[in-house]
């Protein structure tokens, strides 16, 4: 069964309020088993605009993640954050098909210094994004990257969410800056430059 994720982008607009949303939210995102992958976290902004606070957090399945959300427990912490901070938060399913790196590793990097992508992005050239989409197969190959999040069902909770979301995990910071800099993956991104609009960064892992 595919995994769920929430991923949030925000500015804290308030520190010292912000902190009630912390101290609440971490025992109700345990209590439904979740994990964080990325809780803050040193970044670059690849493409597009970010914000200055960066989370996702991993769930055993979409409908754990939405219930988690829903739940008084987090609902109760959500209060805090709501007026503390601006900014999104996604919930959305994982992904569970054919990985480009599947030849040469078994699974996503896990562990001590992890690094993402976490990618938002709104197509309007769907048959020139197919050929991103092949093209970028070589670069992610390349560099051991594996897919968490590739597009899938998604629901906005709050603010605004782009069409297609992607989750890319990779040994470490240094690997995905480099895929993303190679010149295998800027050839694959001349297609998508042409094909649709998003917002990227990379990420060091919780």
């Known amino acids: 069964m595919a995994k769920?994720?929430?991923i949030s982008r925000l500015d804290v607009t308030d520190a010292e309020g912000?902190?009630?949303?912390?101290?609440a939210a971490e025992p109700a995102v345990a209590a439904f088993g979740g994990r964080f992958l990325v809780r803050g976290g040193a970044f670059e902004t690849l493409e597009g605009t970010s914000r200055a606070r960066n989370v996702v957090v991993e769930f055993k399945d979409y409908d754990t993640a939405l219930a988690c959300f829903h739940s008084p427990a987090y609902q109760a912490a959500y209060v805090h954050r709501v007026?503390?901070?601006?900014?999104?938060?996604?919930?959305?399913?994982g992904y569970e098909g054919a990985q480009p790196a599947a030849?040469?590793?078994?699974?996503?990097a896990e562990g001590a210094g992890v690094a993402y992508w976490v990618m938002r992005i709104?197509?309007?050239?769907?048959?020139?994004?197919k050929s991103y989409i092949a093209?970028?197969?070589v670069a992610i190959e390349a560099y051991r990257g594996w897919f968490l999040v590739r597009g899938g069902r998604h629901e906005a909770v709050h603010g605004e969410a782009r069409s297609r979301n992607v989750l890319l995990?990779?040994?470490?910071?240094?690997?995905?800056?480099?895929?993303?800099r190679s010149p295998?993956?800027?050839?694959?991104?001349?297609?998508r430059a042409r094909a649709a609009v998003a917002e990227a960064i990379a990420i060091r892992g919780a």
Do not use: M, N, R
């Open 4 to 6: 769920g994720y929430w």
């Open 18 to 23: 912000y902190k009630p949303y912390i101290d």
């Open 83 to 93: 007026a503390s901070s601006q900014g999104e938060h996604l919930i959305i399913e």
């Open 103 to 108: 030849g040469v590793i078994e699974g996503p």
């Open 122 to 129: 709104d197509v309007h050239d769907p048959e020139t994004y």
């Open 135 to 137: 093209a970028d197969a």
């Open 169 to 180: 995990a990779f040994k470490d910071y240094e690997t995905a800056l480099a895929c993303y």
């Open 184 to 191: 295998e993956y800027q050839e694959a991104f001349g297609f």
